[in-house]
């Protein structure tokens, strides 16, 4: 069926209720510029953050709070796995997020999650809501609108906009993505680019079994259900639907409409 819950597990995601559970997959693209709009972001320190300009140190950020890393020690070990640690005379500081010198913030509606790692040279606009112990890759460029679950890898050179990232969802390399949702566990391999609008004018529209379906939006890169994967430089048609645990395979481009779960695509 097409369902939000049957392509996704949201008993732990964190925004489980921008998903209608028996609504399109879809759907949640529609509300998510009003949810975040109406999100309740924190407010860092704007003497350590400055609004659009590269960090010039390491900051920690802590309770909601920004404080200078340069009286703290920090080890980067692998951010989704807790890995991340940060002391502060010789006490751990626990949760601590770690924004590298030389990222830019870009806007006041930003939210960063315990345990996450923002690397040098990630450009984030508002808004964007990160979940804990996320990974924001070097030369990430985030556009807004860009929500996720828990370790989560928005990856080096991806640029991603008006798009949803389940628990453990990851691009992790030179990948585009827009208007689209990830899956818990889903992966794309490195250089996947999710298509997001059609050459031609009109909503995205695909035919399952018999039946025509509209989805209301002009812009659809894809949705992938828990657990899909693509292969590297693989492509997606605007509306490319793949079900849980789909594969995409390398050098291949999907077309659109909905593949059911387990499909690979050649």
């Not at 010039?56 to 009286?71: F, G, M, R, T």
């Not at 996450?116 to 990430?140: H, N």
């Not at 490195?190 to 039946?211: D, M, S």
């Amino acid at each position: 069926m097409l369902t939000a819950l049957s392509f996704f597990d949201l008993s732990t995601f964190p925004h489980a209720d921008l998903f209608k559970k028996n609504g399109y997959p879809w759907l949640p693209l529609n509300s998510l510029k009003e949810y975040m709009d109406k999100y309740n972001y924190p407010t860092y320190d704007s003497q350590l953050i400055k609004d659009g300009i590269p960090l010039q140190e390491h900051i920690v950020i802590h309770e909601n709070k920004a404080i200078s890393a340069k009286d703290c020690e920090i080890e980067f070990g692998d951010t989704t796995r807790h890995g991340l640690q940060v002391q502060r005379d010789g006490h751990k500081i626990e949760g601590a997020a770690v924004i590298m010198a030389g990222a830019v913030l870009a806007g006041n509606r930003i939210s960063i999650g315990e345990g996450v790692l923002v690397e040098c040279g990630a450009m984030i606009k508002s808004p964007a809501v990160i979940g804990d112990c996320s990974e924001v890759r070097q030369g990430a460029y985030l556009r807004g609108y860009v929500l996720t679950g828990d370790r989560c890898i928005l990856g080096h050179t991806t640029e991603i906009k008006h798009s949803i990232f389940l628990n453990d969802a990851k691009a992790g390399h030179f990948a585009y993505l827009g208007d689209s949702i990830l899956g818990n566990n889903a992966n794309l391999g490195a250089g996947t680019k999710f298509a997001n609008l059609k050459f031609l004018p009109g909503n995205v529209v695909f035919i399952h079994k018999g039946e025509k379906f509209d989805t209301g939006r002009r812009k659809f890169g894809a949705i992938l259900g828990d657990n899909a994967q693509t292969g590297c430089n693989s492509v997606t048609s605007p509306g490319t639907i793949l079900g849980k645990g789909s594969m995409l395979l390398p050098n291949t481009t999907a077309r659109a409409g909905y593949h059911p779960k387990k499909s690979i695509l050649r």
